[in-house]
């Protein structure tokens, strides 16, 4: 063999090495989809590691946090929060609802030593979204050190770290930005950092550390990286802000809110017992809708059924002990379409109309057409 052709070329293979520089441009634009002034650390990883690495960096003995809980990402929070010796006030709120700003303050009323407030934004895996522009006015007041899991709100709806008041802003690029599920990004205010340098036992020299970015990348202005980026994430995440920012992140976010809206209007006018799981649409998520399956019938045979009938409809069966009563319509990124929406439904219907329940599929279309706008 010939020495040009031993080596077959391909897209993702053979890449140069992506340099601090580019790193660096990368996590400005990244600080620009959210107009935050904070420090931006992009991480190597899919969400769980800044989402761990910052409660481990900002949480300790000394800690008393009120962990809301409106689905299972809060569950893991306190779980978390616990192995780290902080006291834990969880604020469980019913999973088909949001929780209010006067739950948080009631909270702080009754518990004036919380220090710490970990908040889920919106939960793909329930469908709610919470409202953090509220939330975060109380919690400036309180004091409180703040952080918000955004993952599947960024590039869905308003995502504002700044402007709420939100310490630790956690991102990853695998839902409504349409990117890849390896790279995610924190923004860190300076108080953040501040309680992250007093804590002994947050994490440093460790793939986990907040610090280590902090005090041999940021403060060294951003010259040396700590290791060699993840090429392919690194340039898939440039590429998918790249295309919000030509598209539009008003028009990104619009796409979904309209993908909601559809969708829960074509749900309930296709009748067969299926309902919005989420009671008040105003505390639905425009990443994901969850419907409630009729009773009689389980939600993971359903969207088999529907994934029968249209493979590549974004259906899901609720995960763990949802899996028999919700199924969600993953309505984000490419799939934030009319085209996706109505597919979606009409598998549906076909899956509930097998199943034996009365469905209007065309009635559901044509209110998911009005909805949409
Ligand atoms: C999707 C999501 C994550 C990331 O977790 P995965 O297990 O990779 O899906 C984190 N937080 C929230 C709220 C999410 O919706």
């Given amino acids: 063999m010939s020495e040009e052709s031993a080596t077959v070329t391909h897209p993702f293979l053979d890449l140069a090495p992506l340099g601090a520089d580019r790193f660096a441009a990368i996590e400005d634009r990244v600080a620009r989809l959210l107009s935050t002034e904070q420090d931006v650390v992009i991480m190597q990883g899919e969400a769980l590691l800044p989402l761990e690495g910052a409660i481990r960096a900002a949480a300790g003995p000394g800690t008393t946090a009120l962990n809301v809980i409106t689905g299972p990402y809060g569950q893991t929070f306190g779980d978390w929060l616990r192995d780290c010796g902080a006291t834990v006030v969880d604020l469980a709120v019913p999973f088909h609802t949001a929780v209010t700003a006067e739950q948080i303050r009631q909270a702080f009323a009754e518990h004036p030593e919380i220090d710490f407030v970990s908040l889920v934004h919106a ?221 979606s439904l009409a598998a549906l219907g076909t899956a509930l109309s097998e199943a034996g329940m009365s469905v209007d599929v065309a009635g559901a279309l044509r209110a998911a057409e009005e909805a949409w706008r």
């Fill in 123 to 343: 939960e793909a895996a329930t469908g709610n979204t919470n409202p953090v522009a509220e939330i975060g006015e109380v919690v400036r007041a309180h004091g409180a050190l703040f952080y918000l899991d955004a993952v599947a709100s960024v590039g869905a709806e308003p995502v504002l770290p700044d402007a709420w008041g939100v310490d630790l802003c956690v991102i990853g690029a695998q839902k409504a930005m349409g990117g890849p599920a390896g790279v995610s990004a924190v923004s860190v205010s300076e108080r953040a950092w501040a309680r992250m340098a007093a804590n002994p036992r947050a994490p440093r020299r460790s793939y986990l550390s907040l610090l280590d970015w902090k005090e041999r990348w940021i403060d060294g202005g951003r010259k040396a990286l700590l290791h060699a980026p993840a090429q392919l994430e690194m340039l898939a995440l440039e590429a998918c802000v790249e295309r919000i920012e030509a598209e539009g992140p008003d028009a990104v976010m619009a796409r979904h809110a309209s993908a909601a809206a559809a969708t829960r209007a074509g749900a309930v006018a296709l009748g067969g017992g299926v309902e919005p799981y989420v009671y008040e649409a105003r505390d639905a998520a425009p990443v994901a809708t969850t419907l409630r399956a009729p009773s009689g019938a389980v939600a993971a045979e359903l969207v088999a059924r529907a994934l029968q009938a249209d493979p590549a409809v974004p259906l899901a069966a609720g995960g763990g002990a949802l899996a028999k009563e919700m199924i969600r319509v993953n309505h984000y990124g490419a799939d934030a379409t009319p085209g996706a929406v109505r597919a």
